[in-house]
Nanobody, 122 residues
Framework: VQLQASGGGLMQAGGSLRLSCAAS????????MGWFRQAPGKEREFVAA????????DYADSVKGRFTISRDNAKNTVYLQMNNLKSEDTAVYYC????????????????WGQGTQVTVSS
């Protein structure tokens, strides 16, 4: 599967952005989808994940209550709605896919998009 993330940009603290990740290739509903982020000088970290059918989601504590992951299998797209953005949310955001397991580990995901930059100014 090929993944293409979009929707990043520059936003003031307290604002909102919605990231999208379009998938092509194999059947989109075959994949658990995740969002990760990587800030300069830091390791890539888990943000959110959603199961194949979208019935279950998981969030990092740092974004819980502010971010929402969703998917539209008819459109082969996963979204990350980010509200009440903070300066510490500044990072490159990546979408990722795996067929095997619903989880948080970076190493669990086999397919990665190219990343989209999110910058939050305080």
């Amino acid at each position: 599967v090929q993944l293409q993330a979009s929707g990043g940009g520059l936003m003031q603290a307290g604002g909102s952005l919605r990231l999208s990740c379009a998938a092509s290739g194999r059947t989109f509903s075959s994949y658990v989808m995740g969002w990760f982020r990587q800030a300069p000088g830091k390791e890539r970290e888990f943000v959110a994940a959603i199961t194949w059918s979208g019935t279950r989601t998981d969030y990092a504590d740092s974004v819980k209550g502010r971010f929402t992951i969703s998917r539209d299998n008819a459109k082969n797209t996963v979204y990350l709605q980010m509200n009440n953005l903070k300066s510490e949310d500044t990072a490159v955001y990546y979408c990722a896919a795996n067929e095997v397991r619903f989880g948080r580990a970076v190493t669990l995901y086999d397919y990665w998009g190219q990343g989209t930059q999110v910058t939050v100014s305080s």
